[in-house]
Every structure is written in structure tokens, then in C-alpha cells.
């Protein structure tokens, strides 16, 4: 069973960065999606970032390309969210999410949070002044 545990949310103010990591465990295949969700109540959950395990792919979302950014260690099983120039907006409860198929890291997808199978418990982030 796949687990993932997110940490690095918080408070912080607009303009500033913050850093999501999300460890994974209990997978055992080598070519998977791994994505970045948020999620603001009352709303649809929406595809922040994702890459494919061994396919050097990665995928941002257009509403926070040029500032956020997507990374991973392997040695760690853990992958990371790059957050720059936050704002107010970006406020929410982000999530990782796992999915076996690789290809579910996909524009398609991403706009359909139910494609992975397995997620985490999220961390809170709130940009404000």
C-alpha cells in the first residue's frame, strides 16, 4: 500500500517561497506519476504539478508556471514542490498524489484528481500578510 506524507506547509507572506516535500513508501514499481494537488473549500480539487518516475517529464500547471517548480530524490523517495512569489491565491490544502500509470502525469489528468489511486493527508499552506 502506498503512503505518502507531506510536511513544509504554513503561514507565510505574499512574494515569499516555501517548500513542500512529500515521502513516499510501499510502492514497487519504478515508472509511476507523482503529482502536487491543492485544494481550496468549496472547490474543485486542481492539478498543481506532476512527473513520471523514469521519462525525465514534468508537468506545471499554467496558472503557476514560472513560479513554481517540481524536484525530486530518489535516494530519499521523496519529491518536492518549489513554491516562489506566492500568492494570496495559492492559499489551499495541497496534497501528493501516486498513481502506478505513468502516464496519468498528463494535462488530461491533472484535471482529474480521481485518476490517482493513492494520496496523502495534505499540508496546509496560507500566503498572507
Known amino acids: 500500500q502506498v503512503q505518502l506524507v507531506e510536511s513544509g506547509g504554513g503561514l507565510v507572506q505574499p512574494g515569499r517561497s516555501l517548500r513542500l516535500s512529500c515521502v513516499a513508501s510501499g510502492f514497487s514499481s519504478d515508472d509511476y506519476a507523482i503529482g502536487w494537488f491543492r485544494q481550496v473549500p468549496g472547490k474543485e480539487r486542481e492539478g498543481v504539478a506532476c512527473?513520471?518516475?523514469?521519462?525525465?517529464?514534468?508537468l506545471i500547471s499554467d496558472f503557476v508556471k514560472g513560479r513554481f517548480s517540481m524536484s525530486r530524490d530518489n535516494a530519499k523517495n521523496t519529491v518536492y514542490l518549489q513554491m516562489n512569489s506566492l500568492k494570496s491565491e495559492d492559499t489551499a490544502v495541497y496534497y501528493c498524489?501516486?498513481?502506478?500509470?505513468?502516464?496519468?502525469?498528463?494535462?488530461?489528468?491533472?484535471?482529474?484528481?480521481?485518476?490517482?489511486?493513492?494520496w496523502g493527508q495534505g499540508t496546509r499552506v496560507t500566503v498572507s500578510s
Open positions: 498524489a501516486f498513481d502506478s500509470r505513468y502516464y496519468r502525469c498528463s494535462e488530461y489528468d491533472m484535471e482529474r484528481s480521481t485518476a490517482y489511486d493513492s
Open positions: 512527473q513520471r518516475s523514469k521519462r525525465g517529464y514534468t
